[in-house]
């Protein structure tokens, strides 16, 4: 009788431990505002760039060629030192413009004298971007939250509540997620994230909550945008299969892998060729 009550006891903990882990990664599941129809597109990462030519990514040039070639666009926003919200991918300067420091340090003025990879393209103003695409072709905005200073939530949502065109946003941070859930519960709204262990990159407790969406609860995402190499991840799998949320693929190198990525995931931002359309899309 003892073994059966420590048994039952086990179950029980078993399955309540299942039943909260299910609620943790839960997507928003009323009121939800129709994802549909950003399904219907590619999207081009950081624009149709090529950092070896004249259209580095999250340059004009390159988001004017996605336009042109009928693309939609994923990009990056970001603080400056002056409060203006610019696109640009990495918080540090390094990589892209050959400086030292990160964006927030410098106002947009200052950082108007960087190139982006020796070209003649500068760190373009979000406001300026949006007035570049008009509207043309979707957009997925990544909002850049390095830890819990939400203030590019506000700056960026004050250009695109003015923005006539088809958007939706998307973070690593929940808190970003969280920031839209509070105040702009109509726009579609996406939590990033990556099997951050299997990659190797990141350690530690936060980086397996976040590979496991278990801050879902925070921002009630609609949609799931997560690295296209591991679409079987189970909580990933768990939100798009039982909850029905919209699945996006980051980032599609090529078109086997697109090919690939058509099986598991709904959206698909892609990178560095030129995709063919699929059926469906």
């Known amino acids: 009788m003892k073994l059966l009550m420590i048994g039952l006891i086990g179950l029980i903990c078993v399955l309540v431990l299942a039943f909260l882990y299910l609620l943790m990664i839960m997507p928003r599941m009323v009121g939800r505002p129709d994802a549909a129809p950003f399904r219907r597109w590619l999207y081009a990462h950081r624009g149709l760039h090529d950092n070896e030519s004249d259209a580095p990514e999250n ?43 990160k964006v927030y340090q410098y106002t947009y003025e200052e950082l108007q004298q960087m190139s982006l990879c020796n070209t003649d393209q500068k760190i373009p103003r979000f ?14 905005v990544e909002l850049k939250i390095e830890a819990t200073d939400t203030s590019v939530c506000l700056a960026a949502d004050k250009l695109l509540s003015e923005y006539k065109g088809m958007y939706c946003i998307e973070s690593f941070n929940p808190l970003g997620v969280l920031w839209y ?17 299997q990659e190797g990159e990141y350690w530690g407790p936060l980086y397996f909550l976040l590979q496991n969406l278990l801050f879902n609860w925070l921002g009630k995402p609609d949609f799931i945008a997560f690295n296209h190499k591991y679409p079987r991840m189970l909580s990933r ?8 949320s919209t699945a996006a693929a980051w980032t599609i190198k090529s078109q086997a892998e697109l090919d690939e990525a058509v099986k598991h995931f709904d959206i698909y931002i892609f990178d560095s060729f030129l995709p063919k359309k699929q059926s469906g899309m």
């Not at 994923?74 to 413009?97: A, N």
């Not at 859930?181 to 951050?196: E, I, M, S, T, Y």
């Open 59 to 101: 340059s004009m040039r390159a988001f004017q060629k996605a336009v042109e070639a009928g693309f939609g666009i994923e990009m990056d926003v970001q603080m400056t030192k002056d409060g203006i919200p610019v696109v640009f991918h990495d918080y540090t300067l390094k990589r892209i413009c050959s400086a030292e420091g």
């Open 127 to 140: 406001e300026d971007v949006l007035k570049l695409v008009d509207g043309r072709v979707p957009l997925i």
């Open 181 to 197: 859930r509070r105040n702009r519960k109509q726009v579609v709204r996406g939590q990033l994230a990556d099997a951050f262990y």
């Open 237 to 244: 799998s768990i939100c798009r299969g039982l909850y029905r």
